[in-house]
Every structure is written in structure tokens, then in C-alpha cells.
């Protein structure tokens, strides 16, 4: 599905394929993305799958993923580029032997050949006919003079080594940024970019996602946890889980030869559900039994 962007239904498609059960608003808001050469904020929860949604477009347009992983303190050395500096200190070295080390000049060590390239400058340096799908993860965690060395380099997608000049992509690469809303973003970086919020998915999404994720998982077990998961997403928790709790649970039941919910399995199986003891300790305290019952109540 390279060159110019699908239909929103072929996007929708591609993507189920790929084992990723995006509903309409998210398949229009990447098929916009692409078709308008915009980079994509998507927003939400941990858990929902953002980060999933660039690993996923990367699959469908058969192009390489790149990715840079956020956090705080991450500087330009760590998302653009540096100098290999064991290697141009063998080149000195190198030079002094041959007795070339006064007419050698500064572009002989400061070259391409001894950078190395960060995923930013990478995406951006990549040539191929199929331009990568670049997946910022997690913006929220880095600091803001990052997000505004960002805002800089999606303006133009080029990026200034002083030693060197200014490297401008050919194309453009696909950009996919994800927010867990930690910390707002700044107005100026979501002007930049067109914005999705991605939400808990309903119960009748999350079967679909289950059965996508896990062909193997018995359709009554799957619509029992997903009951169960949907009601405790409206218990309160320090931090209820996403979809990808909903499949590590499942597999953890799986593994566990479960045929159907019962509340000591359940109880068992809470460290791939919930990930705070406080949480767990709420579950095991009889949490997890009253919402077995109202499971079965409203099946």
C-alpha cells in the first residue's frame, strides 16, 4: 500500500489485517495524516495503543519503522545524532603515523563517515522510494526544550549539523507522536500536527481486538473477560488497565488451561491486570468476586 494514500476503508482494512481493530475516527485521522503530509498526535491512556498504531502503519505501507522513545533528559545526542569519537580518535592516530596529521583538515574527521546517525536524523536522511514511518513515543516525558527543538525540526524536516550543513529529507517520513497526557503538550507542537484521542475501546471493540490478538481464545472465555475488564475499568483504581493488560491477562488464563472465569483464577492472575498492589490488594479483598457476580449477572 505504498504511494499515494489508500481509502479510508482500504486503510481500515490494512490495518485488521495487520491484527489492529481501528475504528473509523482512527482510520480517518491516519488516512489524513498521510494523504495530507502531517504528522499525527495521537493522545490517550496507557495501554490503548498508540504506539501500536505506528508499528502498525509501518506494516501496511511496507516501510521501516523508526523509532524514538522519550524520556526526560533526552538530549540532542541521544534523538539526532554525535560524532563516533573512539573513531576519529583513531583516525588522528592514524594520520600522526603517516605523518599527514598538519595537512589534514577538520571536514577529514567531522565527515559522514564518522556520524552517527539518531533516529531523527535518520528518518530524515532516508532516501528509499518508501519514506519510514518515524514514531515519537511518548512526547509527554521529555522535557519541553526538547518538544521545542521538535517543533523546529518538523517545520522544514531538516536538521543543522554545523559540521556538516543542513540535511533535509527528500520525502518526508510518516510521523506518529504519542501522549500518555502526563503533561500537556505544548499549543504550538499540536498545531503542527493533526490530533486523535484514543480511548478505552468499547466491549464489542475489545472482543474484536481479543480475537484478533488470540485466533486460539474460546469465544465464551473472551467475552467474560472482556465484561470483566470493561466493569473494572469503572472501579476505583490507581490505574485501571488498557488493551494490552486485557491480552496479557488472557494469555495468562490461557496458559493457565482456564475454560471460564472463576474468582480464585482470577484472584491468581491479577499481577497481569493491574500493576499497582494497591489495586491488587482492593481485587483480592473481595473486589474481584463482587465483579465476577456482576459479570455473570448481565450475561
Same mark, same amino acid.
Given at each position: ?33 498521510? =494523504?495530507? !503530509?502531517?504528522?499525527?498526535? #495521537? *493522545? ?9 498504531? !505506528?508499528?502498525?502503519?509501518?506494516? $501496511?505501507? !511496507?516501510? &521501516? ?55 531523527? #536524523? ?7 522510494? *518508501?519514506?519510514? $514511518? ?28 554545523? &559540521? ?6 527528500? @520525502? ?22 493533526? %490530533?486523535?484521542?484514543?480511548? %478505552?475501546? @468499547?466491549?464489542?471493540? *475489545? ?46 488464563? $490461557?496458559?493457565? !488451561?482456564?475454560? =471460564? ?39
Amino acid at each position: 500500500m505504498s504511494g499515494s494514500p489508500p481509502t479510508i476503508d482500504a486503510l481500515q482494512a490494512a490495518f485488521a489485517e495487520q491484527r489492529y481493530v481501528a475504528d473509523r475516527d482512527l482510520a480517518t485521522a491516519v488516512y489524513l495524516s498521510l =494523504a495530507l !503530509g502531517r504528522p499525527l498526535l #495521537l *493522545e490517550g491512556e496507557a495501554g490503548v495503543g498508540k504506539t501500536e498504531v !505506528g508499528r502498525t502503519l509501518a506494516a $501496511v505501507l !511496507g516501510a &521501516e519503522l523508526i523509532r524514538l522513545q522519550c524520556y526526560e533528559g533526552l538530549d540532542v545526542n541521544t534523538a539526532v545524532y554525535e560524532w563516533d569519537y573512539p573513531r576519529q580518535m583513531l583516525e588522528i592516530r592514524l594520520l600522526e603515523a603517516r605523518g599527514e596529521a598538519k595537512s589534514a583538515a577538520t571536514r577529514d574527521i567531522f565527515s559522514e563517515e564518522f556520524l552517527i546517525r539518531r533516529p531523527l #536524523l535518520r528518518a530524515l536522511a532516508d532516501a528509499r522510494a *518508501e519514506p519510514p $514511518v518515524l514514531l515519537i513515543d511518548e512526547i509527554d516525558r521529555a522535557d519541553e526544550e526538547f518538544e521545542a527543538f521538535l517543533l523546529e525540526v518538523l517545520a522544514d524536516f531538516a536538521i543543522t549539523i554545523p &559540521e556538516i550543513g543542513t540535511i533535509k529529507a527528500e @520525502t518526508p517520513p510518516r510521523v506518529i507522536i504519542t501522549s500518555n497526557r502526563t503533561r500537556e503538550v505544548h499549543d504550538a507542537l499540536k498545531r503542527r500536527c493533526l %490530533y486523535h484521542w484514543i480511548d %478505552y475501546p @468499547t466491549a464489542e471493540r *475489545e472482543l474484536a481486538i481479543l480475537h484478533r490478538r488470540m485466533p486460539g481464545l474460546a469465544d465464551a472465555l473472551a467475552r467474560e473477560v472482556v465484561a470483566f475488564v470493561q466493569r473494572l475499568r469503572t472501579a476505583d483504581l490507581t490505574k485501571v488497565p488498557g488493551i494490552a493488560e486485557t491480552i496479557d491477562w488472557s494469555a495468562a488464563l $490461557v496458559a493457565l !488451561g482456564a475454560k =471460564a472465569l472463576d474468582a480464585e483464577q482470577v484472584e491468581r492472575t491479577l499481577g497481569a491486570l493491574l500493576k499497582y498492589q494497591e489495586d491488587v490488594n482492593a481485587m483480592r479483598a473481595g473486589g474481584a468476586r463482587r465483579l465476577l457476580d456482576d459479570v455473570r449477572a448481565g450475561a
